[in-house]
Nanobody, 117 residues
Framework: QVQLVESGGGLVQAGGSLLLSCAASGSIGSINNMGWYRQVPGNQRELVADITRGDSTNYADSVKGRFTISRDNAKNMVYLQMNTLKPEDTGVYYC???????????WGQGTQVTVSS
């Protein structure tokens, strides 16, 4: 089992920045991919960004140029730096982890991000 704990959410004005962090623990040896998803009420959870163990990254079009995902394999951490935030970035952000080529198996509890206009 893998445990994921997010931190860093909060309330910020449009144009501001937030840094989300996710700490992974447990049986992490098989984990290759880590990512951040966002969910708003009434909508499906959507991918924001993900990163492989080799630091290959992928971003949703809506966040390209504003968000940066990174990871520290030595510390078992993944980060999401969010800049130039917009009200539509509001949602619950979930950290996810999984093996290469497979759907994400492990999820954090989520952290709320609210961007006011």
């Amino acid at each position: 089992q893998v445990q994921l704990v997010e931190s860093g959410g909060g309330l910020v004005q449009a144009g501001g920045s937030l840094l989300l962090s996710c700490a992974a623990s447990g049986s992490i040896g098989s984990i290759n991919n880590m990512g951040w998803y966002r969910q708003v009420p009434g909508n499906q959870r959507e991918l924001v960004a993900d990163i492989t163990r080799g630091d290959s990254t992928n971003y949703a079009d809506s966040v390209k140029g504003r968000f940066t995902i990174s990871r520290d394999n030595a510390k078992n951490m993944v980060y999401l730096q969010m800049n130039t935030l917009k009200p539509e970035d509001t949602g619950v952000y979930y950290c996810a982890a999984g093996e290469a080529g497979k759907p994400y198996d492990y999820w954090g509890q989520g952290t709320q991000v609210t961007v006011s206009s």
